[in-house]
């Protein structure tokens, strides 16, 4: 069986230092930049999801190994076999409890782009959405990042409450991260519900931080686009 060596091994031949600069700048690790600190391989996303199809059985302890790892890629690979997990596990509260208990290791947009709706947002579908608020107003970008991306399993399944609920929490949020991330959202809603959404953004629209307007409003036609933007 393949181990949580054998991965480290394999990530080491696969690394490209011209790639990690480049990965470096885009997610943004310079000083006093949100990904302040992270350090990358150079691995690009599909060569990642090969080997969490290789390494999928990996243990649960070495799976935490890897997520507590400084490589953003080793992180990635481990929620993304999380993910995996979750889908197949009988016990998925297992997987939903060790993702809520790292949450300071998923610490960049796409860790939780990739693994929130998949784990936390399917977990909750039918249950209790608590733990979300308790999410949405905390002090950790990546956890507020969490509680309105995991509503994307909600909006897949036609329940927009949790995420419009969240939204109006978020609207005065300082971060561009959550600006994108609740704009993005609901987006999502406006491909399902359309009147849902526009009642959403002619109540809030004014209040909006222009970057969550924009992504809300990104698939518009121009003259909508324009009547929100200018007045």
Do not use: C
Request: hydrophobic letters at 40%; charged letters at 35%; aromatic letters at 10%.
């Amino acid at each position: 069986m393949l181990t949580f060596l054998d991965l480290k091994k394999e990530l080491k031949t696969k690394s490209s230092p011209k790639k990690a600069k480049i990965l470096q700048r885009f997610f943004k690790t310079g000083p006093e930049e949100y990904g302040e600190g992270d350090v990358f391989l150079g691995i690009a996303v599909p060569e990642i999801r090969k080997l969490v199809k290789k390494y999928s059985d990996l243990k649960i302890k070495e799976i935490i190994k890897l997520l507590h790892s400084k490589i953003h890629e080793e992180r990635l690979i481990a929620l993304l076999i999380m993910v995996k997990k979750f889908q197949i596990e009988k016990n998925k509260e297992k997987i939903y409890n060790l993702y809520l208990k790292n949450t300071k290791y998923i610490n960049n947009w796409d860790l939780v782009d990739l693994s929130a709706n998949k784990i936390v947002g399917d977990y909750l579908l039918d249950k209790p959405k608590s733990i979300l608020y308790k999410l949405a107003r905390s002090k950790s970008v990546w956890e507020r990042r969490i509680s309105i991306i995991a509503t994307f399993n909600f909006i897949k399944n036609n329940k927009f409450e949790e995420t419009l609920k969240i939204a109006r929490i978020l609207l005065n949020d300082k971060h561009d991260l959550i600006h994108k991330a609740v704009g993005w959202m609901l987006r999502e809603i406006g491909k399902r519900d359309l009147k849902t959404e526009e009642r959403f953004l002619k109540k809030y629209y004014p209040k909006m931080p222009r970057t969550m307007l924009r992504y809300a409003i990104k698939k518009f036609p121009e003259k909508k686009r324009k009547q929100y933007l200018l007045t």
